[in-house]
């Protein structure tokens, strides 16, 4: 079985900040590309963040400084470093890769910044 398992969130105060993980399963990712996407309560899911195998990272225009995506591939996990969080930042985050793959979506970890 492949997969991939969102863990981190929570419910944090507006300026506060959270580190979200993604542990990949089944199979190694290391060649993979890899992004964070996020579903804000009605709204369509959205491009969070993303970074290569190499090491390239691209982020939302809205997180830049804010957020830090990184890797450890032996660890075959993914990180988003959520700082700063605004109450905009709400919604249940996902990772897959990038781009994503239908059979990768998990169950997400929910993120609520509350001011």
């Known amino acids: 079985q492949v997969q991939l398992v969102e863990s981190g969130g929570g419910l944090v105060q507006a300026g506060g900040s959270l580190r979200l993980s993604c542990a990949a399963s089944g199979r190694s990712f290391s060649r993979e590309n890899m992004a964070w996407f996020r579903q804000a309560p009605g709204k369509e899911r959205e491009f969070v963040a993303s970074v290569t195998w190499n090491g390239y990272k691209n982020y939302k225009e809205s997180v830049k400084g804010r957020f830090t995506i990184s890797r450890d591939n032996a660890k075959n996990t993914v990180y988003l470093q959520m700082n700063s969080l605004k109450p905009e930042d709400t919604a249940v985050y996902y990772c897959?890769?990038?781009?994503?793959?239908?059979?990768?979506w998990g169950k997400g970890t929910l993120v609520t910044a509350s001011s």
């Open positions: 897959n890769t990038h781009p994503p793959l239908s059979v990768y």
